[in-house]
Nanobody
Framework: QVQLVESGGGLVQAGGSLRLSCAAS????????MGWFRQAPGKEREFVAV????????YYADSVKGRFTISRDNAKNMGYLQMNSLNPEDTAVYYC???????????????WGQGTQVTVSS
């Protein structure tokens, strides 16, 4: 089992950057693939990025490709999402998740953090 806690969200102007962090508890974090998802008001939770348990490969949603970078540090039990060139459409609650399967489908993930709000002003 793994517990996840996100941090790093906030309010940023369009064109700005944020770095989200995901702190994982337990000694087995390195055995889980890790994903980032987001949910805007009135919308379904959507895939953002995923990184395999070893750190490679990584996959991104088309909407964030080239702007966001997912990474992890298994020695520190940490995951990250670097977000650059943010725009108002990126406003959402961002969640990190972990699962033994490498997938982009939210409902397949077993473990979730509580989420962190990202708001991008125009």
């Amino acid at each position: 089992q793994v517990q996840l806690v996100e941090s790093g969200g906030g309010l940023v102007q369009a064109g700005g950057s944020l770095r989200l962090s995901c702190a994982a508890s337990g000694r087995t974090f390195s055995t889980y693939h890790m994903g980032w998802f987001r949910q805007a008001p009135g919308k379904e939770r959507e895939f953002v990025a995923v990184v395999s348990r070893s750190g490679s490969p990584t996959y991104y949603a088309d909407s964030v490709k080239g702007r966001f970078t997912i990474s992890r540090d298994n020695a520190k039990n940490m995951g990250y999402l670097q977000m650059n060139s943010l725009n108002p459409e990126d406003t959402a609650v961002y969640y990190c998740a972990a699962d033994r399967g490498l997938t982009i489908i939210p409902r397949t993930y077993a473990y979730w953090g509580q989420g962190t709000q990202v708001t991008v002003s125009s």
